[in-house]
């Protein structure tokens, strides 16, 4: 668990299972560019240790992988088979599969010595046109602008393959994360809490939910369209890193140090990433031989920011202690993209030298800063990956009316047909206690809204595999909000369903029906179908055995009859099936026992993929 412990005014001491990282907290002196990131609260490290992947090392995806062959080719060396490849998102190894890496993880770190020297997922013109333009954040937003407009948007155009520069409706909105979280005020909000909204609810575009308008920084969305559209757009899981040891004092002596390895890894791969520094403590100096400016240092506790990582160059030098001579500790620097416009530093973007991360710099004869600190918090990084695809199993369409969010609590939850309370339980972010005092657009008055939630978390816990009935419920507490016109719907289907029972207990009121759903399995799902009687090989084909999508299609299974004869073996498709998708199995009458004898009647059974 983690734990939170106040040690002074102006020190925070933050401990992460085994890790210890330190954060000083100050107050932020108005200046020109807006910052707004909120050192971690106890509640918000509690999620990072319960919800975030530890992340110690990285494997290669197919991108990553690629770059490393460019730099082998240019070396004369083997290119790397790209069967050591793994999926886009499956790259994370964490403190707890470390010890349970693959030959294939084995097999990569061998040629992690070997990592471009030179990355921009910005310029590259595989990866370019997922990240959208540079803008400038409005009000205290740096964190939903750093997670949800670059990250989100990048890594779910990277997972899908659309062009941000091109169309906007790809772009997501930081204004609807921002708002989610900041309980209708202008504040400093914490690095993950995109993250967290974007976990449960997805986000909307910047088409659905503008970056300004009316009720900037209280208003949420009251269309049934734009919750709905926002889920499609669910986030897959998110994760943090660490460069080094938090508590080390000098955790990067060169531009080849592994400590680096991880973070260049993930950038290597195509990723983007987060981080939090005190922005206004940044202390520059000019890239050798140009005009370009590189933080060198973090000197105090001023301006808290999150800003977004791009890329790195180990080539970078910044003669830090002005000998003339490029040592070690020189070289090297991440690409940081900021949210105060296209304009910031000249094109939005800085330098980072490595040095900066340490607390004491490596280099000899470094200049010495009174207050300086590690570059970033913790010297930690954030990630996110985005689903190919999603679409939600389960939904709840309720309507609202209140000028009091903050006082709406509401929990969708999940049960067998033996009891009517459920066993499994799912908290919205939006609706918690939280929101401030208003109504849903943003405003006093107390107005209608439409909200659409998600109940597939749930279901992604719960052991579905038998079809049958269960009973799905929708709680909310007893406050001076109207909660009417709730239903639930079965994506997969197009099927509406009420909830005709209700019972109040305590503060809330329970409402609940049963469903019907048919088995809901993994992705890779193998069915195994028993039989009576021995059957005919030749009549276990594709045509009398066969695997249909809801737009009557075939898909590509294979199919095969097991050793006794008597088990029929329907595998998954190459790359699996769809998630969110309703699959149909059908097996026609002329499948034959070996007494030469047809089936009685055709079987058809559905199966959902979550």
């Known amino acids: ?125 595989r990866t370019m046109n997922y990240f959208p333009p540079i803008v400038n954040q409005i009000g205290e937003s740096c964190a939903a602008y750093s997670s949800t407009y670059y990250m989100m948007t990048y890594m779910t155009a990277f997972a899908r393959g659309y062009n941000t520069r091109t169309d906007s409706s790809k772009i997501f909105s930081p204004r609807f994360t921002y708002n989610l979280c900041n309980r209708g005020r202008n504040v400093a909000v914490g690095i993950t809490t995109g993250f967290s909204i974007a976990l449960k609810h997805g986000c909307p575009s910047i088409v659905d939910f503008p970056l300004s308008g009316s009720n900037q920084h209280t208003a949420w969305p009251t269309t049934e369209t734009v919750w709905r559209n926002a889920l499609n757009s669910k986030m897959k899981e998110s994760g943090i890193g660490f460069i080094g040891d938090p508590s080390m004092e000098t955790p990067v002596n060169d531009n080849q140090d592994a400590n680096l390895q991880s973070i260049k890894t993930y950038l290597a791969n195509g ?26 240092a973090v000197d105090g506790i001023d301006g808290r920011h999150a800003m977004t990582i791009v890329g790195y160059d180990d080539n970078i030098w910044v003669d830090i202690n002005d000998d003339g001579e490029v040592d070690s500790g020189e070289l090297g620097a991440f690409k940081i993209v900021n949210s105060h416009g296209s304009t910031w530093n000249g094109e939005g973007w800085a330098w980072f030298a490595y040095d900066a991360l340490n607390e004491i710099s490596s280099v000899p004869g470094a200049p010495t800063y009174t207050n300086r600190g590690q570059g970033w918090w913790g010297n930690a990084f954030y990630w996110i990956t985005a689903y190919e695809s999603y679409s939600p199993i389960l939904t709840a369409k309720f309507t609202i009316n209140t000028n009091q969010r903050n006082e709406v609590a509401i929990e969708l939850g999940q049960s067998t047909t033996t009891t009517t309370t459920p066993v499994y339980t799912w908290t919205p972010y939006a609706f918690r206690y939280d929101g401030g005092a208003f109504s849903v657009d943003g405003t006093t008055n107390a107005s209608n809204a439409t909200i659409v939630l998600d109940y597939t978390d749930i279901i992604n816990k719960v052991n579905l595999t038998s079809a049958g009935i269960t009973r799905w419920y929708f709680l909310h507490n007893n406050s001076s909000a109207t909660i009417s016109n709730i239903s639930l719907k079965d994506e997969t289907n197009n099927t509406t369903y009420a909830l005709p029972n209700s019972y109040t207990s305590g503060n809330y009121t329970y409402r609940w029906g049963g469903i019907n759903l048919p088995s809901v399995v993994n992705k890779s799902k193998q069915w195994n179908l028993s039989f009576n009687w021995p ?26 009859l097991g050793s006794n004869e008597k088990t029929v073996n329907i595998n998954a498709p190459q790359i699996g099936y769809i998630p969110g998708k309703r699959y149909t199995i059908n097996i026609t009458q002329n499948v034959k026992t070996k007494g030469g004898n047809n089936l009685l009647n055709p079987v058809i059974f559905d199966f959902i993929v979550k």
Not at 545 to 560: F, H, K, P, Q
């Open 1 to 125: 668990m983690l734990k939170i412990k106040v040690i002074s005014i102006l020190l925070v001491t933050i401990f992460t299972a085994n890790i210890l990282f330190v954060i000083p907290t100050a107050a932020t002196n108005s200046e020109v560019y807006p910052t707004g990131l909120l050192p971690p609260t106890e509640e918000e490290l509690q999620w990072i240790e319960e919800n975030m992947v530890h992340t110690v090392s990285a494997k290669l995806n197919s991108l990553g992988l690629a770059r490393v062959n460019e730099v082998r080719e240019e070396q004369g060396l083997e290119e790397i088979d790209d069967g050591l490849a793994v999926e886009f998102g499956d790259e994370a190894i964490s403190k707890e599969n470390l010890g349970r890496s693959s030959s294939r993880s084995s097999q990569q770190q061998n040629v992690l010595e070997v990592l471009p020297e030179f990355v921009d997922n910005i310029t590259d013109s």
């Open 271 to 296: 990723y983007v990433l987060t981080f939090g520094t005190y922005f206004r403590s940044w202390k520059w100096k000019n890239q050798h031989g140009t005009n370009t400016p590189v933080c060198i």
């Open 535 to 560: 059957l005919i090989s030749n009549t276990i084909t594709n045509q009398n055995i066969y695997v249909r999508d809801i737009y009557n299609s075939n898909v590509a299974v294979s199919i095969g």
